[in-house]
Nanobody, 126 residues
Framework: QVQLVESGGGLVQAGGSLRLSCAAS????????MAWFRQAPGKEREFVAG????????SYADSVKGRFTISIDNAKNTVYLQMTSLKPEDTAVYSC???????????????????WGQGTQVTVSS
């Protein structure tokens, strides 16, 4: 049974930083495609960042490039999202997602992912 458990969300002032964690069980992140998505109230879920299990290939939404970094700790079977220079428009519920495949996965496509965490709230105040 696959489980993804996010943590690390909270309230932060604009310009601040947070690190989100996604602890996986029932799959090996080293052989999966992992991603972070977010959904703000009244908006559709949107892609934030994705990474191949090897960790050598990442992709980001234009809105977070240069501010967010996705990474993998294979020993802990955990995926991280380091967020810096946070803006009020980053406020959303952030969810971790997984696909057992690595090759041919369109990381930014929400339909590529069959496993999702429950999400963690990130609120950035101005």
């Amino acid at each position: 049974q696959v489980q993804l458990v996010e943590s690390g969300g909270g309230l932060v002032q604009a310009g601040g930083s947070l690190r989100l964690s996604c602890a996986a069980s029932g799959l090996r992140v080293s052989s999966s495609t992992m991603a972070w998505f977010r959904q703000a109230p009244g908006k559709e879920r949107e892609f934030v960042a994705g990474i191949s299990g090897s960790g050598d290939s990442t992709s980001y939404a234009d809105s977070v490039k240069g501010r967010f970094t996705i990474s993998i700790d294979n020993a802990k079977n955990t995926v991280y999202l380091q967020m810096t220079s946070l803006k009020p428009e980053d406020t959303a519920v952030y969810s971790c997602a997984a696909n057992f495949r690595i090759l041919g996965v369109r990381r930014s496509n929400v339909n590529e992912y069959g496993y999702w965490g429950q999400g963690t709230q990130v609120t950035v105040s101005s």
